[in-house]
């Protein structure tokens, strides 16, 4: 039986510090052989040069790298030279996303959605660049329903997505559903599962707000019970994201995307309970 495939996402450091840090976390997990490192993409563009330096120095390692690139607020010129930046320096996989708009900013700019961008870059370089989408099994937190977020999706994957990562999600179910949804509607891109290692309840309860990520009720309720107590907190959610990660891959996940916010041990200490490590 193959071996998993795995990859994992980082965003660019603020500070020279960050930057230090960041490169000792890519060197301990390079070791465990991951298929990809992708690198965030700030609203609006905020973060393209800070994006575009971390992808060029990951790919000088000998990694493959794969750079978000958000539409929202953006012009075809913009994201022209930013996909010829890439091509001249050999990334060839990209993250396709809308993206938010930067704070105070009005206009969406020339995309709108994301299915816009996928189709830009494929007019503009036919099949050079391996394209990911984003997927929500939990539904895309703006979308009017799930009806219509799903036809969002498929959208992307009609434009030209090779693949596509899901928002993280604390539910096996609501995946193992959305990739039969998929199949039902004759979508077969590999579905990669968003796994986001938990170390700590406030930031993870601050980012589901945000994303719109579920944490069900007994989650939150244990989590809560520990209080300030991190390394309970730490123990059990590494437990529990760990059988969710082995239910994933018992159930047919084609890879595991782990979302380190730039940090090795918990993702580590995940993929050694899995034996992958």
């Not at 800070?50 to 493959?64: D, L, N, R």
């Not at 870059?121 to 939990?138: K, L, S, W």
């Not at 437990?239 to 047919?252: A, F, N, P, T």
Request: proline letters at 5%; one cysteine or more; charged letters at 20%.
């Amino acid at each position: 039986m193959p071996r998993p495939q795995f990859s994992f996402e980082f965003y660019p450091p603020k500070t020279p510090e960050g930057a230090v840090s960041l490169e000792n976390v890519q060197q301990q997990l390079a070791e465990v052989n991951p298929e990809f490192f992708s690198v965030t993409f700030g609203a609006g563009g905020s973060t393209r040069d800070k994006t575009f330096e971390t992808v060029i120095k990951i790919q000088s390692h000998g990694i493959s790298a794969a750079p978000h690139l958000s539409c929202v607020a953006s012009t075809k010129e913009n994201v022209r030279s930013i996909l010829n930046n890439y091509r001249e320096n050999s990334i060839s996989k990209i993250v396709a996303l809308r993206g938010d708009l930067p704070s105070g900013t009005l206009s969406a700019g020339e995309f709108r959605y994301a299915n816009e961008l996928v189709e830009f870059i494929r007019t503009e370089t036919g099949d050079y660049f391996d394209i990911h989408v984003a997927a929500y099994p939990e539904v895309h937190p703006q979308a009017v329903n799930g009806t219509e977020d799903f036809k969002n999706f498929k959208r992307k994957v009609d434009a030209g997505a090779n693949s596509a990562i899901t928002q993280y999600f604390y539910n096996a179910e609501a995946y193992f559903q959305f990739v039969e949804q998929c199949q039902k509607s004759g979508i077969s891109i590999p579905i990669v599962a968003g796994i986001m290692p938990i170390t700590q309840y406030s930031q993870l309860f601050r980012f589901s707000e945000m994303c719109g990520a579920d944490i069900p009720r007994w989650l939150r309720k244990r989590l809560e019970s520990f209080g300030d107590n991190r390394e309970e907190i730490k123990e059990f959610g590494l437990e529990v994201v760990s059988r969710l990660c082995q239910q994933l891959l018992d159930g047919g996940a084609p890879s595991l995307h782990f979302y380190t916010m730039n940090q090795a041990a918990p993702t580590l200490a995940i993929l050694k309970n899995l034996n992958l490590s």
